[in-house]
Structures are given as C-alpha cells and as structure tokens.
C-alpha cells in the first residue's frame, strides 16, 4: 500500500477497528483509512454541519490559541495569510485579523473561491484540516506552491501518540478523519520538501518554507 502521505510505498497493515482498516507507513509513520473505505463528499458535508464554532466562543478561541500564539510569536507585522480549510465560521481568521495580520479564507464546502489559491502567502493556517485530507501529498504540494519564501506552514492536528488507545480514541471515530500523524510525520515532510519543522507544543507543527 502506497502512504498518501509521503507516497512511500512502504504503508503495512495495521489494525481492524469496526468495518474500518487502517494503515500504517514504515516511512513517516502516518495512519490512514483504507482509500477504499474513505466518506463521500455527502458524508462529509453532513458531518461538518454538526459542527458548531462560534466567533465568541472563548472556550474555542481558548483551543485555536494553542496554534494561533506561537505563530503569531513568529510573524512579522501585517503579514497576509490564508485560512486554508477554514470551515463555516473561521474564528481563527478572526483572531489572526484581530492580532493585525490580512487573512483570505478558502474550504472547500464553505468558501470555494479559487481566486485565493492564486496568490501567495506569507503564512497558511490549517486548524484541524490535515487529518480530513483525501490526498494528502497532493495536498501538501498545493500549500507549498501558495507559501512564499520564507513562509510559515501553521498546523494543527491531534497527534496519534498511544496506538493502544487507537481503536477507542475519539478523533478516531470521526468519520471524516482519515489520516492521522506523529510529530515524526511532519519533520519526514519536512525533510521531503526542505522545509524547517518546529512542534512548538502538542498536536501543533510550523513547516516554514526555505528563502530563495
């Protein structure tokens, strides 16, 4: 099985968990649904409108702070930035404006503007996107392209940390969660694309994108 991660073809079974089969890559230690076994776009969607982010929420501002503070630590005044996956109500874009900085939103079910992914960015943020990608290479090339030189690739996922607890963990059981990744994950990305890699805290990674 190939890893749509780091499209090593070094992917090995790793477990069985109620009609579901996830993989696991030798390589950069990504686990992923079965491709065959991944939701359809009706599937996701109806997911998504369970969600509820609200902008004054403090409780949820409180969990977007984990991403938001160390990269507003490391960006430069008025910075412009993109929301990418930013879903229905982007409050994170709201506290990144807030701190001073332009922020263009894109998701792919609540703002499909393609006229964003034709400029780049000092800095991309992607609040708990990456474990919902398809293609996740695919997907990584793509953010790449839109950051600038010296830009800073902000994420922010639930690590997989304890493989015992897998089967019952509740980011697992997440229908739309189809891939889930180690701190080890994002520095084999890193290595991948020559980027720098920093996991400034847990379930937090900057991949900050070389000058020239």
């Not at 477990?15 to 649904?33: G, K, P, Q, S």
């Not at 409108?49 to 929420?57: G, I």
């Not at 930035?81 to 939103?105: F, K, Q, S, T």
């Not at 229908?175 to 701190?183: A, G, I, K, S």
Request: aromatic content about 12%; glycine content about 6%.
């Amino acid at each position: 099985m190939r890893c749509p991660v780091c499209e090593a073809a070094s992917a090995r079974f790793f477990l069985h968990v109620v009609a579901r089969d996830y993989w696991r890559c030798v390589d950069c230690e990504a686990t992923f649904l079965d491709p065959a076994q991944r939701p359809d776009a009706a599937t996701e969607a109806a997911q998504y409108r369970l969600h509820c982010n609200e902008p004054d929420d403090a409780a949820y501002r409180g969990f977007l702070g984990h991403l938001a503070r160390p990269l507003l630590d490391r960006l430069p005044p008025a910075q412009h930035g993109l929301d990418y996956g930013c879903g229905p109500g982007p409050v994170l874009a709201a506290m990144l404006r807030e701190a001073g900085h332009i922020v263009a939103l894109y998701d792919p079910f609540y703002f499909d503007d393609a006229t964003v992914l034709a400029q780049a960015y000092d800095f991309i943020s992607c609040t708990e996107v990456t474990e919902h990608f398809h293609h996740p290479a695919d997907e990584f090339r793509r953010l790449e392209q839109l950051l600038k030189p010296g830009g800073v690739l902000a994420v922010m996922t639930a690590f997989l940390t304890d493989d015992t607890r897998f089967a019952d963990w509740h980011y697992r059981r997440d229908p739309t969660h189809v891939v889930f990744y180690r701190p080890a994950t994002f520095h084999h990305l890193a290595r991948q694309h020559g980027w720098a890699c920093e996991i400034p805290c847990p379930n937090v990674a900057l991949l900050f994108k070389r000058e020239g």
